[in-house]
């Protein structure tokens, strides 16, 4: 009976896809719950009659019937942000949703690196381009049951985005507002550095809290106090601070190395009186991987658990608000 469902839920129109609540198929009869809201009376009809339409001629279905529901949970966003480039924190924010997704919560990610969108790589979705309804875009699947939109999926690899503040403002607000279905978190990868399009996050989506990542070094934690600093200044809590490339294991001798050094993300925590969510280590396997779209985080490996015991914690800060 699962795969007959599965098959199903494959024929849905995206925009039905997005917004199934749940699809049972008993005695001929297929029954779907499907999320509505926001959705005007001419919508709907018209959501229904694809729905029907869709489903039925398919294998085992004798009758379609839709309940639609207008309930629909507040949708937490949570930033993922640093203060300089290159230190890992588009990797971290993949990782993250991914984990979280693992453990059974409905999470989508958006890509707000608008000038240098790096997410459809990481998640495997380069090239696909999102559908749209009338008022809004449908995130792109990702292999790892993700939902989520980028710039990335918006224009032409490798092609330049030159555009001024206001512009990517209001892009990054098309990401952000899209059509999320049933998701409950929405992990957003920013830029680095403090500029337009963190100012926009703040004023106009005012996320739930952030995620802080940092490498050890001084000159990175510098810059890292100065994006926690903007989020407390715009009333957003910081969950806490992950040191990434911290100590490197040889693979021939096994020996630890740490070219950026280490703890220094761990000392500022206690000493700014902030959460540790724990350290990345500088590992060859999570570069190759995250640059071939299989991120860590979607297998049981050594690698993927440091970012699942980060998720959990993370999720842990959710669940007590």
Request: proline fraction near 7%; glycine fraction near 10%.
């Amino acid at each position: 009976m699962s795969d007959a469902v599965e098959a199903l839920k494959a024929l849905l129109p995206p925009l039905a896809a997005s917004r199934l609540q749940s699809l049972k198929l008993a005695d001929g009869t297929a029954t779907l719950v499907l999320d509505v809201a926001g959705l005007d009376r001419l919508e709907r009809d018209r959501l229904e009659i694809a729905v029907k339409d869709a489903l039925r001629t398919a294998p085992g279905v004798a009758e379609v019937r839709v309940a639609m529901t207008a309930e629909k949970k507040a949708l937490k966003l949570i930033a993922v942000g640093s203060g300089k480039g290159g230190v890992g924190k588009s990797t971290l924010s993949a990782n993250l949703a991914v984990a979280m997704a693992r453990m059974g919560r409905k999470v989508g990610l958006v890509d707000a690196d608008i000038y240098g969108p790096s997410q459809p790589r990481l998640l495997a979705t380069e090239g696909r381009k999102p559908q749209a309804t009338e008022k809004k875009l449908i995130p792109v699947a990702s292999p790892w049951g993700v939902p989520m939109l980028s710039m990335g999926h918006l224009v032409e690899p490798g092609q330049a985005i030159a555009w001024r503040g206001p512009m990517a403002g209001n892009a990054l607000g098309q990401l952000i507002d899209a059509e999320w279905g049933d998701a409950e978190i929405l992990v957003i990868d920013l830029p680095p550095g403090t500029g337009d399009v963190q100012l926009t996050m703040l004023q106009r989506h005012k996320p739930a809290g952030a995620v802080i990542v940092s490498t050890p070094q001084d000159l990175a934690l510098m810059d890292a106090t100065r994006a926690m600093q903007l989020f407390e200044t715009g009333g957003v809590p910081v969950i806490g601070l992950v040191e990434n490339m911290a100590g490197y294991e040889c693979p021939h001798c096994g020996e630890i190395s740490d070219p950026f050094g280490t703890g220094g993300v761990e000392a500022a925590a206690g000493v700014m009186g902030q959460t540790f969510l724990g350290r990345i280590p500088l590992d060859l396997s999570i570069r190759i991987e995250s640059d071939a779209g299989n991120p860590p985080a979607a297998s049981d490996s050594p690698q993927g658990e440091v970012f699942a015991a980060i998720a959990r914690r993370v999720l842990t800060w959710i669940d007590n608000r």
